[in-house]
């Protein structure tokens, strides 16, 4: 008996801890996968079989029982000469199994059967947030937070500093991972089940004007300085007063001596997110 391979998506890495999810947002429904991918068992790695399926399904020698089927909404399909055949929840060689045994019982001797999942339908995941393609994908065997990511396009901005997984069951805590945990060489993996929610957060920045090269926002990166900020911003021009900026956070205003920091007199200053930094010019 010829069983089938289930391929799990490549693609980049994610997550870690626990947190209540951000507002969810509606997104459009994402095409289901459609490259055929044969399924194998390994122990927690055998996809389970759904409604909204489509399966292909060859019966050697027999090409009137071989053809694709669309697992119906009860779970079961209908198959020629044995009728409804219960799919729903089995892998795809314990659906083999069942064909095989319900063809051998009185219409086949040794019937050979392979079945192939042409699409995944049955599992959704939405991903939300600061990624390329936010929609609903679908599970096509045993996916990672990252394996989902990378069928959304991918992280579309700089900054973004954590993910979170609401699950769809509601007694689970919703999971905060942060971004640079998953794409690390230790990189957490989170494996997804269906219904859970993936939300990308925003990328977190910082906001630099006056004298500098090119004003505007900057990435945060966790212990970002003053200094690595302009480097950011393309460095300060000549006209920049370094011995007068400061930093507004909030109703706060933290007057800093640039000059001093580059020249080592004095500690470079941690900024946080949306620290607006303000370079006047110097006056002549």
Do not use: W
């Not at 630099?208 to 090119?214: A, L, P, T």
């Amino acid at each position: 008996m010829r069983h089938s391979l289930l391929g799990t998506a490549l693609i980049m890495g994610c997550l870690g801890s626990a947190v209540s999810l951000a507002e969810e947002v509606p997104a459009e429904a994402a095409p289901a996968t459609t490259s055929p991918v044969v399924a194998q068992d390994q122990a927690g790695d055998a996809y389970r079989i759904g409604p909204g399926d489509t399966l292909d399904i060859q019966v050697f020698g027999e090409e009137d029982l071989s053809m694709q089927f669309v697992v119906g909404a009860s779970g079961s399909l209908d198959f020629p000469l044995v009728g409804q055949v219960e799919a729903s929840g089995l892998t795809v060689s314990g659906l083999d199994e069942r064909l095989t045994a319900r063809l051998g019982e009185k219409f086949l001797r040794n019937p050979q059967v392979q079945i192939v999942v042409e699409s995944y339908a049955s599992q959704p995941v939405q991903v939300l947030g600061a990624v390329k393609k936010p929609g609903v994908f679908h599970l096509s065997g045993t996916t990672t937070v990252l394996d989902i990511i990378a069928k959304a396009g991918g992280v579309r901005e700089e900054g973004v500093s954590e993910v979170r997984i609401q699950h769809k069951d509601s007694s689970q805590p919703t999971t905060v991972v942060k971004l640079d945990q998953l794409m690390g060489e230790k990189s957490e993996s989170v494996q997804l089940q269906a219904g859970d929610v993936v939300y990308v957060s925003e990328g977190l920045v910082v906001y630099i004007s006056g004298e500098v090269n090119k004003p505007g926002a900057v990435s945060y990166t966790e212990g970002l300085t003053v200094t690595q900020a302009l480097t950011r911003s393309g460095g300060t021009k000549r006209t920049a007063k370094l011995r007068d900026v400061y930093i507004l956070r909030g109703e706060e205003k933290i007057a800093i001596n640039v000059k001093k920091i580059l020249a080592g007199r004095a500690a470079d200053v941690a900024l946080k997110p949306n620290d607006q930094l303000i370079l006047k010019e110097s006056v002549f």
